[in-house]
């Protein structure tokens, strides 16, 4: 008999090998194998009949039955094909690793251990029927309004169905395992728990032991029964889409497993992702909204005309004082990022013609250039709009903020944290300095040190850094930042934004507590210009083996891309350092296949393996 295996390795086919004689295997399986003289576990996707005499040999069996179902490699595959990653790298990523007692000792082949029932573990009907429980009409719905959360705990306590709840992070998982453990035993398959326990959380799960789980995304297939509750907490955080193999996203995973198996699917966010807003406002998705929770004074600081030479307005000011003098805290967000120029005089962001999106500003070459379309042009001298003369990547940092509160505020405690920049020691000096401050300055990422109404006051100093990212996605992530915000201060506190476009639509929403008016016009604007969810994207990063082949090869690769009449090739752009070439397409609802088949028809060089270093579908955080 002859399996075919596969490994984590970027190698779209499987390898054959030859099962040794009286082993008992079965598709889904880990075995432990003998490739490039190296032993590596990999996963069982088929039997057939051989003799495989020229073949190498299995060396043992890793798990005593099978991790996957039939319908479980059927999604794997699914997935493999949506993100052009391997089924192997699917599989590494997607399930937990073997006992290392396994990988040391293996079954070498003799029949597994009764459970205790009797029942040979291979027999366990979730997995032998080829599904989880069967087909059945998918349930999807998204939660959204105050008390999302404790809906879908009380959701979960009531149904009396199995259920997996996915957060985009591991602090989450272990906040959520604790509210899940007031219902009964619960199974961590995140990295926070230790990887023994992830296996024997996983396979009690599969034997009907366990009923409840939480994990990040490396959870999405696990063996639940249907009907089936699946959860995704946070749908809209572009964590549940981390880097590596496969690049999908979560939410995605979701809605093709409750297609295939029939779960209820449940996804709870504050401020939906455009694409699953558009999901509900076409039906697709049943849109469940609770009460309007209770919201704080929002003032829009309006600072066009002023050639600021202080980081507060008067308002901020004297609302930070107020807040300080009631005994509350206060948080000043800001950006990390100014890479784009924006008249100082009447707002207006310097934008590509043709996509609409921010060009990027290159201080070095002195020019604005376009991520999507890959133009380029000298930077410009005077606004578009007003004719202004002033155009500036104006931007606050966070040591200058600092400085300014310091000194007007002597008295306070002042904190400055940064997250997603400092790591360590020194961070976790700032997080304990933060912990204890009056006021923090920080980026996104402070908000996570707050919960619902802990905050007298946020403001955002220069919310503009956002919107003028190079991305189609900047209004729909700082209109998520600033409902963060919101949320996170009291019903008598206040939120500041001090911006030079006063009138931008997100604002609009934020004041009025809006989603919809949100929605209504960030849909208008994709679909005028064919962003998602109108059409998909991808984004192929090139660079050739020799630095100064890549544009060459990148021209290569957009030329194969053009060979497809349904794709939409942008010409290579040069990232900020000119160190590699990225080309964006657009496509229908088959663009991972049509990309699959135009890549493949490259002309065969040495330097081919080496050129296409990366092609992400679907991408949610935007490289500028």
Known sequence: MIADVAFDVPVPHPFSYRVPPGWVLAPGQRVLAPLRGAKRVGLVLALRDGGGADLKPLLQIVDASPVLSAAQLELVRWIARESLSSVGSTCAALLPPPLPDAVRRGWRGERPPRTAGGR????????????????????????????????????????????????????????????????????????????????????????????????????????????????????????????????????????????????????????????????????????????????PTVTIADTRGILRREAATPALVRAIRETLAAGQRALLVLSRFASSLACDECGAVVRCERCAIALSWSRARGTLDCRVCGGSAPAAETCR???????????????????????????????????????????????????????????????????????????????D??????????????????????????????????????????????????????????????????????????????????????????????????????????????????RLRRVVVKGDGELPSLLATALEGLPASPSRSRGIIDVEVDPVEWPF
């Not at 087909?135 to 939660?143: I, K, N, Q, S």
């Not at 002042?414 to 923090?440: F, H, K, L």
């Not at 956002?466 to 963060?484: I, Q």
């Open 385 to 463: 709009q007003c004719h202004g003369r002033r155009l500036s990547p104006f931007g606050w940092g966070a040591e200058r903020v600092e400085h300014e509160v310091r000194r007007r505020f002597p008295q306070a405690r002042v904190a400055r944290y940064d997250p997603e920049a400092t790591r360590g020691a020194r961070g976790t000096a700032q997080r304990t300095a933060a912990d204890v401050a009056e006021i923090v300055i920080g980026t996104r990422g402070a908000l996570r040190l707050f919960g619902p109404a802990a905050l007298g006051l946020a403001a955002f100093v220069s919310p």
């Open 465 to 578: 850094q956002l919107l003028r990212l190079p991305d189609f996605r900047a209004t729909e992530r700082a209109f998520a930042l600033m409902w963060a915000a919101a949320e996170r201060v009291r019903p008598d506190g206040r939120l500041i934004v001090q911006s030079q476009t006063p009138a931008h639509y997100a604002f609009a929403a934020l004041t009025e507590q809006s989603l919809p008016l949100f929605y209504k016009h960030e849909l208008k604007f994709r679909a005028e210009l064919g962003y998602p969810p109108f059409r998909r994207l991808a984004i192929v990063t090139v660079r050739a083996a020799k630095g100064g082949d890549t544009p060459r090869v990148a021209e290569a690769v957009a030329a194969a891309l053009r060979g497809s009449a349904r794709l939409t090739v942008y010409p290579p752009a040069p990232d900020r350092r000119d």
């Open 120 to 295: 040979d573990p291979r027999q366990d009907p979730r997995m032998a029927s080829g599904r989880w429980g069967g087909r059945g009409a998918a349930r999807l719905e998204l939660l959204i309004g105050a008390g999302r959360e404790e809906r879908l705990l009380e959701t979960i306590g009531t149904a009396g169905a199995d259920a997996l709840v996915l957060t985009h992070d591991v602090e989450t998982a272990a906040r959520w395992a604790a509210r899940l453990g007031a219902l009964g035993g619960v199974v961590r398959l995140d990295s926070g728990a230790r990887e023994g326990e992830r296996a024997r959380g996983w396979a009690a799960l599969a034997r009907g032991a366990a009923r409840l789980a939480v994990g990040t995304r490396s959870a999405l297939l696990a063996p639940l029964p249907s009907p089936a509750i699946v959860a995704v907490v946070d749908e809209h955080d572009a964590a549940h889409k981390p880097p590596g193999a496969p690049r999908i996203h979560s939410r995605d995973v979701v809605l093709e497993r409750a297609a295939r198996d029939g779960c209820r699917a449940i996804f709870t966010t504050a401020t939906p992702s455009v694409e699953m807003w558009w999901r509900a406002e076409s039906g697709r998705v049943a849109l469940v909204a609770g009460p309007s929770g209770p919201w």
